[in-house]
Nanobody, 124 residues
Framework: QVQLVESGGGLVQPGGSLRLSCAAS????????MGWYRQAPGKERELVAS???????NYADSVKDRFTISGDSAKNTVYLQMNSLKPEDTAVYYC??????????????????WGQGTQVTVSS
């Protein structure tokens, strides 16, 4: 199975930057997509950014032009570079991976795997 290990969270002042990393471990799998969700206290988990197999990226409108998702396929690692951070970005950030499964060569379904979450706090 897939294990996701996140790092890079912390406390930063408004306008600062952080880079989150998510390393996927395991064998015998591929990804439909990897990305980042976040959840603030009292709010629902929301998609922040994702990268689809093949390289296409998507961003929430609230983070466009500030956050950049990228990956290193050789390391099975996805990154989230967060610039110009705002207090509203404060949340626990979760890495996810969407992993397909097959039965006799035919796609069956996908499973979502989640990291443990890393806290990002933007405060002066």
């Amino acid at each position: 199975q897939v294990q996701l290990v996140e790092s890079g969270g912390g406390l930063v002042q408004p306008g600062g930057s952080l880079r989150l990393s998510c390393a996927a471990s395991g064998s015998g799998f591929s990804f439909n997509a990897m990305g980042w969700y976040r959840q603030a206290p009292g709010k629902e988990r929301e998609l922040v950014a994702s990268v689809i197999n093949g390289g296409s990226t998507n961003y929430a409108d609230s983070v466009k032009d500030r956050f950049t998702i990228s990956g290193d396929s050789a390391k099975n690692t996805v990154y989230l570079q967060m610039n110009s951070l705002k207090p509203e970005d404060t949340a626990v950030y979760y890495c996810y991976a969407d992993v397909p499964t097959y039965y006799s060569g035919t796609y069956y379904r996908s499973y979502d795997y989640w990291g443990q979450g890393t806290q990002v706090t933007v405060s002066s």
